[in-house]
């Protein structure tokens, strides 16, 4: 018997997920009959709609259903939890490691694969700031958005009680680093769920929050447009919402955070969002890479120059085809990724057929943007749109983008109930940790003896 071609799936975010997906349909007959075999393997054993991180930070949407379940939706593919450490492609071969690999103490373990799709996104893209290691707080895990916003309620809660107006202060001034999607959507849901939640604290007011966007280009959301990001501005500033522009964090050392126009902030409160970079495991396979870091692609979207490689998405520059600028390449965004991942997997079944490969072409239609409740921008097929009628079509886009017919029913239910209900404000901060109380209970008494037992 001969064995399976393998499909290593390297990731499983959107490219990764999408690119399973489609290839468990696409080579159904030969999943079925043993003669090809779909491996992912990912970190967390689910996909994240990161569109809708900002929303579940506001409360208006469940964490569990911002995430879609591999192993649920991968039904005919072997789902691995754990890392790609490197890969060999000259000799087929990638080092991971497994949840199983760790608790053995055996180390990493090799595996073999016949066609390798790697797809594992990207990570923050930090600057060497002081401070920031100590300080900062991400924000493209559904993980960091709910630790946010418990953050920001504590923070609240924090001002409410205390009777230094310094820790007060500081408390209530939130420091948003990035001018992009990430840090805007973010921002604006989370001044939104704030000034509403501050009508339950006695002595905290809405004008008492502070919010900074430190942005270091002239621009904000460059994606919408230059007239929708200047009207974007002009929202943000209606609300109090301090936007320094061509302004720098130098550092946030002692928690104050210091910007390039001079001006020192006391702050709690740290979001980078100043930009992605290439996933680390890119610098460590044998795959030509760009001066970016990403990988050389084909508009076919194999990996250049080798064979029986493919990529798509954060980790991958695809030539636009669509585009009269010579060398210009596909934005890393989420609307390329679910549409090249579906280009990749045909090309990856008619690779394995002996059939002939498509081109990857999709013109960019526009962006929308979030800018908290019935409020947003867009710039979509050449029409501009602000206010409700952006907001409107933001959730529409995605709500038709979320994967599974189960998560845009729940998503949608959650609007509508969240539109007829108030919104929830309770911050579970103890979520991280969960042992804490159990830990305090166990530990010995002060005085030293034991307790009696019951």
């Not at 996909?47 to 409360?59: K, N, R, S, V």
């Not at 107006?165 to 921002?187: K, M, Q, W």
């Not at 600028?325 to 690779?351: D, F, T, W």
């Not at 081109?359 to 409020?375: N, Q």
Request: charge should be negative; hydrophobic fraction near 40%.
């Amino acid at each position: 018997m001969t064995e399976p071609a393998r499909i290593l799936v390297v990731g499983g975010g959107y490219v990764g997920m999408y690119t399973a997906l489609r290839l468990q349909r696409q080579l159904g007959a030969e999943l079925r009959d043993g003669t090809a075999e779909i491996v992912v393997v990912t970190p967390e054993p689910y996909m994240t709609y990161q569109p809708f991180l900002p929303e579940a930070a506001a409360g208006s949407i469940s964490p569990r259903h911002v995430v879609v379940p591999l192993r649920r939706v991968l039904d005919r593919c072997r789902v691995l939890i754990g890392e790609v450490r490197s890969v060999d492609h000259a000799k087929r071969t990638a080092i991971l490691s497994t949840l199983a690999t760790e608790e053995e103490g055996t180390g990493a373990v090799e595996m073999t694969y016949d066609e390798l799709v790697i797809a594992p996104g990207s990570v923050s893209r930090t600057l060497p700031v002081p401070g920031l290691a100590d300080h900062g707080i991400g924000f493209k895990t559904v993980e960091e958005a709910i630790g946010l916003r418990n953050h920001v309620i504590e923070q609240m809660d924090i001002a409410s009680s205390t009777r230094d107006p310094a820790i007060r202060d500081a408390a209530l001034t939130f420091v948003f680093v990035g001018g992009g999607y990430a840090g805007v959507e973010a921002l604006a849901e989370l001044e939104d769920m704030a000034r509403y939640t501050a009508r339950y604290y006695h002595n905290v007011k809405p004008e008492d929050l502070r919010w900074v966007l430190v942005e270091a280009s002239d621009r904000i959301l460059p994606e919408v447009g230059e007239d929708m990001g200047r009207y974007a501005i002009r929202e943000l500033r209606g609300r109090n919402v301090d936007v320094r522009l061509e302004t720098r964090l130098e550092s946030c050392e002692d928690r104050v955070a210091v910007l390039s126009d001079g001006t020192r902030l006391p702050t709690r409160t740290v979001v980078w969002t100043a930009g992605v970079k290439p996933a680390p495991v890119l610098a460590a396979t044998d795959l030509p890479l760009n001066e970016r870091g990403r990988l050389r692609c084909t508009a076919q979207l194999a990996v250049d120059g080798v064979t029986h490689a493919w990529a798509a998405g954060d980790a991958a520059a695809v030539p636009d085809v669509t585009s009269d600028e010579p060398g210009k390449e596909c934005a890393p965004n989420a609307q390329h990724a679910v549409r090249q991942a579906k280009v990749l997997a045909e090309n990856i079944a008619a690779s394995l057929r002996g059939q002939p490969l498509k081109e990857y072409a999709h013109a960019y239609v526009g962006s929308v943007a979030s800018l908290g409740l019935h409020k947003g921008v867009a710039h979509v097929y050449g029409r501009k749109l602000k206010g409700y009628p952006a907001w409107f079509m933001h959730r529409a886009y995605h709500l038709s983008r979320v994967p599974t017919f189960n998560r845009k029913a729940r998503v949608l239910a959650e609007w509508t109930l969240s539109g007829l209900f108030k919104r929830e404000i309770v911050s579970l901060g103890s979520l991280e940790h969960p042992r804490a109380e159990f830990e305090l209970a166990a530990a010995p008494p002060p005085g030293g003896g034991d307790e009696p037992q019951s």
